[in-house]
C-alpha cells in the first residue's frame, strides 16, 4: 500500500512541475526579441552600437511637403507625428532601418513611407562614428495614442537579439496637435525645417 | 515478477567507469563531426594584416597594391571631413581579383567607416578624376599586365587619428592589407 | 516451449492487438473524415458588395468594380493599357503595420497569365505601402488586363482569411497563417467612364 502511495504522488509531483514548466516557458517571440536600452525624450541614449537622442515631437493633422516644384499635402485618419532627433554610430558605420512608434495599448505603428523624399529620413540616413546627424522620423498614429507612446528604434526590426532603443515620450499629449505642419529642405546643418500653423 | 539481482561489483565498476568514459566519448565525437566547421571558421575569422607603409606596394590576392594618395578635403559645415583614397593594382594573376572586395577606413581607436556608395557633390569639386574611379570590387575582366585603378571616398569627423586603409579581396582571406 | 516462455509470449501478443486496434482505429476515423468532407464541402459564404468582411487579420469591404485606362494616380500611362480596378475599404486589426494584403482577394476564376494587382491608396492617389493598425484606408486595387481576354461583365472575388498562432508548429513563434476562403463577392464591372467600351 505504502508502495503504490509512493509511485501516486511521486507521478502527481512530477505532473505538477512539468506543468508549471510548460506555463513559464518563455516563447520563442520572448527569447529572440530586442535587447532593449529605455531613455527619455530629450536625453542622449547610448546602446552599443549606436547613440540617438530625441529632440522634439510635432504633432499635426495634415503635412504639407515642399520640394523641388511640388507641394503636396498628406492627410491622415488620425494623427501625424514627426519627430526630430540627432544619432550617430560608436564602431561602424551602420543604418537605422526601424523605428515604431508603440502605442499606450501595445500595437505598433511602423514609420510611414508615404512621403516620397524626407530630408533626412531616419533609415535613409547612413550614420558614422564620431559625427551625429539630425534624423527625421514620420508617424501616423490614432488621436488616442498619441500620449505616453514610446519610440522602438533599432538596426532592423527582424534580427534577434538586436539592440533597441525605448524612448519614453513624455510630454507629449493631444493638446499639442497642430492643424498643419510644413516639411521643407533646407541647406543648413539639419537638411529640413518644419513649420506649424 | 522476478525482482532484478543487486548488482555485483564487477558490474558496478564497469557501470561507473563506462559513465566516466562517457565524459571523454561524448566531447570527442563533437569535435570529430564539426572538425570542417570548426577549421573553416578558423580560416575565415583569423585576420594576417600586411602593413604597408607609404609608397611602397605589396603582393596581395595576385597583384602589386599601392596606395597611391589619401587626400584630406576641407571640413563641412557640420564638422565632417571628407577623405578620398585612391589606390591601384597591377594585375599578376587575374582569378584571385574576381572576388569581392571590402575597403574600410580604420582608426587608432578601433572605429571603422565604411566608403560612401557614390562620391558626394564635395569630392566631385574637389578631386575630378578621383570621383570618376571605380570602387574596389569583383573585377571580371582583369587581365594580366593591367593597373586597375580604384578609388573609395570616406566622412570622419575631426576627431579621427591614425587613420590606416584596410583592404579585404574575399578570396585571399585571411591575409589584408593594411595602407598606412 | 515452456510455459513460462508461451505466458509471456501471450502477454506480448495482447499488447501488440491492442496497440493495433488503437493505431486502426485512428487511421479508419481518419479516412472517414476526409471521405465526408470531401463528398460535403464547405459552403463558402457569398457577401454582398459594401458589406465588410472579418479575414482575421484584415476587415475588408468591397465597394466597386470599373474599368478603365487611367490609373488611380490620375496620369495617363505611356504605353495604352486596361486596367480592371476594385476599390475598397481595408482596415488592419492586427497590431503592427503590415503591407500583406497582397493576395487578400482574387479573382475567381484565376485568369491566365493575369499579373499581380498594383494597390494604390485613395487619399494620396499613390502606390500603397503599407496600413496601420486601426486606422481603414480606401485604396483600388488595379489588375493590368491581357488585351486578348475580354473584360468581364461581372466580377468574381475570393476573400481570403487568416489567423494568428501566438506559436507556430515549426518555431514556437507569432505569426499568421493563411486559412481557407472565407468569402466571396460579386461586382458588376462598371464600363470606362466616356464609353470608349473594352
Redesign the interface.
Known amino acids: 500500500m505504502n508502495n503504490v502511495l509512493k509511485a501516486i504522488v511521486a507521478v502527481a509531483a512530477s505532473a505538477a512541475v512539468l506543468y508549471g514548466l510548460q506555463r513559464t516557458t518563455p516563447s520563442y517571440g520572448e527569447i529572440t526579441s530586442p535587447i532593449a536600452v529605455t531613455g527619455k525624450l530629450g536625453k542622449r541614449i547610448a546602446a552599443n552600437a549606436f547613440v540617438i537622442g530625441v529632440v522634439k515631437v510635432h504633432l499635426a493633422r495634415t503635412v504639407t511637403t515642399k520640394s523641388v516644384g511640388r507641394t503636396q499635402t498628406f492627410t491622415s485618419s488620425g494623427v501625424w507625428a514627426l519627430v526630430e532627433g540627432a544619432a550617430e554610430a560608436r564602431s561602424e558605420s551602420l543604418s537605422l532601418m526601424s523605428a515604431q512608434w508603440l502605442g499606450r495599448d501595445g500595437v505598433r505603428y511602423a514609420l510611414s513611407q508615404r512621403f516620397s523624399t524626407v530630408p533626412g529620413f531616419l533609415p535613409s540616413q547612413r550614420l558614422e562614428p564620431g559625427l551625429p546627424q539630425p534624423v527625421l522620423m514620420a508617424f501616423e498614429i490614432p488621436e488616442d495614442q498619441v500620449s505616453e507612446g514610446t519610440l522602438l528604434i533599432a538596426r532592423t526590426a527582424w534580427t534577434p537579439l538586436e539592440e533597441e532603443v525605448r524612448i519614453e515620450l513624455t510630454g507629449v499629449g493631444p493638446d499639442d496637435i497642430r492643424p498643419a505642419l510644413v516639411l521643407a529642405r533646407s541647406e543648413g546643418a539639419v537638411p529640413w525645417t518644419l513649420k506649424s500653423e | 515478477m522476478t525482482a532484478a539481482a543487486a548488482p555485483t561489483g564487477g558490474e558496478r565498476r564497469r557501470y561507473w567507469f563506462s559513465l566516466a568514459a562517457l565524459a571523454i566519448v561524448l566531447p570527442a565525437a563533437i569535435v570529430v563531426n564539426s572538425w570542417d566547421s570548426l577549421s573553416e571558421w578558423r580560416r575565415l575569422n583569423s585576420r594576417t594584416p600586411l602593413t604597408v607603409e607609404r609608397g611602397a606596394t605589396q603582393r596581395y590576392a595576385g597583384a602589386q597594391w599601392q596606395l597611391t594618395s589619401l587626400t584630406r578635403l576641407p571640413e563641412g559645415?557640420?564638422?565632417?571631413i571628407p577623405i578620398v583614397a585612391e589606390f591601384e593594382a597591377v594585375v599578376d594573376d587575374p582569378d584571385l581579383l574576381k572576388s569581392p572586395c571590402a575597403v574600410v577606413l580604420v582608426d587608432d581607436r578601433?572605429?571603422?567607416?565604411?566608403p560612401?556608395f557614390l562620391p558626394s557633390r564635395v569630392v566631385r569639386q574637389a578631386r575630378r578624376e578621383a570621383a570618376d574611379k571605380p570602387r574596389c570590387g569583383a573585377f571580371p575582366n582583369a587581365e594580366k599586365g593591367k593597373t586597375i585603378m580604384m578609388a573609395a571616398t570616406f566622412?570622419?569627423?575631426g576627431?579621427?587619428t591614425g587613420l590606416t586603409l584596410s583592404v579585404t579581396v574575399a578570396g585571399a582571406r585571411p591575409e589584408y592589407l593594411v595602407f598606412r | 516451449m515452456s510455459a513460462e516462455q508461451r505466458l509471456t509470449l501471450r502477454r506480448r501478443l495482447i499488447a501488440f492487438l491492442v496497440a493495433g486496434i488503437g493505431t486502426a482505429a485512428a487511421t479508419a476515423i481518419s479516412f472517414a473524415m476526409t471521405v465526408y468532407e470531401a463528398a460535403n464541402p464547405k459552403v463558402v459564404p457569398q457577401v454582398a458588395a459594401g458589406q465588410p468582411i472579418d479575414t482575421g487579420r484584415w476587415i475588408i469591404a468591397i465597394h466597386e468594380a470599373r474599368v478603365g485606362s487611367i490609373p488611380p494616380t490620375g496620369t495617363r500611362p505611356l504605353t495604352p493599357k486596361k486596367l480592371l480596378m476594385v476599390e475598397f475599404d481595408l482596415d488592419n486589426r492586427s497590431a503592427s503595420a503590415s503591407n500583406a494584403f497582397l493576395r487578400l482577394f482574387a479573382i475567381d476564376p484565376p485568369v491566365a497569365n493575369l499579373p499581380l494587382p498594383t494597390f494604390y491608396l485613395g487619399r494620396d492617389k499613390w502606390i500603397a505601402s503599407g496600413l496601420q493598425p486601426n486606422m481603414p484606408e480606401r485604396m483600388i486595387a488595379a489588375w493590368e488586363w491581357p488585351s486578348a481576354v475580354p473584360v468581364p461583365q461581372h466580377l468574381r472575388l475570393k476573400v481570403a482569411s487568416q489567423i494568428y498562432k501566438h506559436r507556430d508548429n515549426l518555431y514556437g513563434a507569432p505569426g499568421w497563417f493563411d486559412r481557407d476562403p472565407v468569402a466571396i463577392v460579386t461586382l458588376d464591372v462598371a464600363p470606362e467612364a466616356g464609353g470608349t467600351g473594352r
Request: no cysteine.
Open positions: 559645415p557640420t564638422g565632417a578601433g572605429r571603422r567607416w565604411q560612401a566622412t570622419v569627423p576627431s579621427a
